[in-house]
């Protein structure tokens, strides 16, 4: 089967599950529907407190965005362990490596186009409500900002999807990764003080900040969240290599 043959067939997989192709547009629906609620209700309204930062505000809906990415990496994964459709998958293409690297590259490609359109629709809709607030991508740390956004939604997509190959269930890597980027991070944050920017997602989420606090920077962040992504990717590729199908 050639590489674009095989791409193919996992593209058609991918659309023909309800979950995967539904929690794939979920990330560009949720993300602009927040995105517009917050704006057009409080956006003005906390952007005239003297604390406020405007940047990282207008991309908070991508902590709702990252939910849905995280949900479409694992089931993407996860479709592959039910009914023995992975066994199919690999009498297909028996050379394992060719198979996973294609479908994580696919996963990954359709995360990054929808995270982009995702991100630089959020801070373009929501500068529409913003007044006398409102930036455009010409601001400083703005057009980083939201090219970095889509790479940081993708990137969660990632390691969401290596560690669904790794514990083969969607189910137990949302258990564990949901209430860690919605809750645990936030406590460990308060409790370790500078350790927490080395977090997958308070190191990813730098990028959103016109001037980011701590060592990393904004794309040593990203690079951090992507650090995180890859382990997981490898404990993936070592899962399927050495596990029966």
Known sequence: MSTTALLHSEWIKIRSVRSVIGSLIAVLLVTLAVTVLTSATVGQAEADNADAELLFNAFYALNF??????????????????????RISIA?????????????????????????????GAFLMGQMFMGKYAMDLGE????????????????????????????????????????????????????AGGAAQYLPDRAGQLVLHQNPEGSLGPWGGLAVTAAWAVAAL????????HRDA
Do not use: C
């Open 140 to 191: 400083p740390g703005a057009l980083r900002a939201a090219f970095g956004g889509g790479l940081y939604l993708a990137l969660m997509a990632l390691f969401a999807a290596g560690l669904t190959v790794l514990l083969r269930s969607a189910v137990a890597v949302l258990s564990l990764l949901l209430p860690f980027v919605l809750i645990v991070s936030f406590v460990v944050g308060d409790v």
């Open 234 to 241: 490898l404990a993936g590729w070592w899962a399927i290599r």
């Open 92 to 120: 297909a293409v028996p050379r394992r490596n060719r198979f996973y690297v294609a479908k994580l590259t696919l996963v990954g490609a359709l995360a990054l186009v929808v995270g982009l359109a995702a991100s630089f």
């Open 65 to 86: 965005g990252q939910i849905a990415a995280i949900g479409f990496g694992a089931t993407a994964i996860s479709s592959e362990y039910l009914n023995g459709a992975q």
